[in-house]
């Protein structure tokens, strides 16, 4: 008797578990665990970005194999909800053709997408690296399509801002350059990290500025902006794009020359910019950093590390990507982040977690499981 009712009471709670799971796994995002698609796939949309059109959000990201370099291209993924995705399809894939810059082998990474209003247009841009020349090449590749699944056509890469000056630099600066023909001598290895970035800028001044890690943010006002690391990594610009979102048009900051930063993923809040950014470790991830501005030219205020509780010193083992506004809620931001597997980058894993706001400043904690559905009134 005694075990019959033990035996029960053990086949209802499983099958209450098994329910709990079940409502709770369809809604709900788990950050750090193996993501599925709505067909039962492993979501492959790396270094990811979301573009928020006509009820729907689309995730771009890198389709990573095995090792770094691109053999597939970038995929999107749909959704409605922020938790059940379907895969929508390679919008741009590698070439075949070995005279291409995308050819299979290159390096895509970062991919991000936005719909231009006037052009009817949507946009990507992403960090390319040309194949077999590692990480050297730092060019930046634009593609457009007509719909959000793509097909995106290739449009070229480049080199951003050759020429051109940032936002509020010095005479010296102007002088130094024109009267070098670029870069002077080298500086020390022991010099200041912001005079190593300043030759570094001045180096690549009539060649165009390096553009590797980056993110797209597109401004109240239907002003675009590309933020990428320039300078070997040591300075991220961030710069406008001109009316089609398909070329630079020269105006752009340095944001803290010598910083070291990247990943960065810039929003708005309450009429403020807000980047959060991590250090330069490669796969190993770091301590994150928020800075906020009232202006995106800047002056930048650096807040420290929006993460809080344990593992916070290193990202949870995670690196941003992106933060995405939720639509239809209040003051609801997510953080994007990759928990990247450099031994097996195709099992790189994915931290969502919702952003807490003191003030100005964000709080991310780490959260086992969370459903955005609920999260925000
Ligand atoms: C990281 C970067 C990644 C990838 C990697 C390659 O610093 O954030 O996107 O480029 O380096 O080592």
């Given at each position: 008797m005694q075990f019959l009712t033990l035996w029960c009471i053990a086949v209802i709670l499983i099958a209450a578990g098994t329910e709990a799971e079940s409502v709770d796994a369809s809604n709900s995002i788990r950050p750090g665990a193996v993501w599925m698609d709505t067909n039962g796939e492993p979501i492959n949309a790396h270094g990811g970005g979301i573009l928020t059109h006509d009820g729907f959000y689309y995730w771009y990201g890198e389709h990573k194999g095995k090792r770094h370099s691109a053999e597939v291209g970038i995929r999107v993924y749909r959704s409605t909800d922020l938790s059940n995705w379907e895969n929508a399809g390679v919008v741009l894939p590698v070439s075949d053709?070995?005279?291409?810059?995308?050819?299979?082998?290159c390096v895509m990474e970062r991919p991000k997408v936005l719909y231009n209003e006037h052009t009817g247009k949507f946009v990507m841009w992403f960090h390319l690296e040309l194949k077999g020349h590692r990480y050297n090449a730092a060019r930046t590749g634009c593609a457009i399509a007509d719909?959000?699944?793509?097909p995106f056509r290739y449009l070229g890469s480049t080199r951003p801002n050759a020429g051109r000056f940032p936002v509020g630099a010095s005479s010296e600066m102007r002088e130094q350059i024109i009267s070098n023909r670029g870069a002077g001598p080298e500086p020390e290895p022991s010099a200041p990290k912001s005079e190593k970035a300043d030759w570094f800028f001045a180096r690549d001044f009539y060649g165009g500025q390096m553009a590797r890690d980056m993110t797209l943010f597109l401004d109240d006002d239907g002003t675009a902006y590309h933020i990428f690391a320039a300078e070997e990594n040591y300075t991220l610009h961030i710069a406008e794009l001109d009316e089609t979102f398909t070329?630079?048009?020269?105006r752009f900051m340095r944001f803290?020359?010598?910083?070291?930063?990247?990943a960065p993923a810039l929003f708005k809040r309450n009429g403020r910019y807000h980047l959060i950014t991590s250090g330069c470790t490669g796969w190993a991830p770091n301590a994150a950093q928020h800075a906020v501005a009232d202006?995106?030219?800047?002056?930048w205020e650096i807040t420290g590390n929006p993460c809080v509780g344990e593992g916070s010193n290193k990202t949870f083992r995670s690196q941003s990507t992106f933060v995405l506004p939720v639509v239809n809620k209040q003051d609801a931001f997510v953080f994007l982040a990759d928990r990247w597997n450099r031994d097996n980058l195709a099992d790189s894993r994915y931290l969502w977690l919702p952003i807490e706001f003191e003030g100005d400043k964000p709080t991310i904690r780490f959260v086992d499981r969370w459903i955005p559905a609920n999260h925000w009134n």
């Open positions: 053709d070995p005279t291409s810059e995308i050819t299979s082998g719909t959000p699944t793509g070329r630079h048009t020269g803290f020359p010598g910083g070291h930063r990247e202006s995106i030219w800047g002056p």
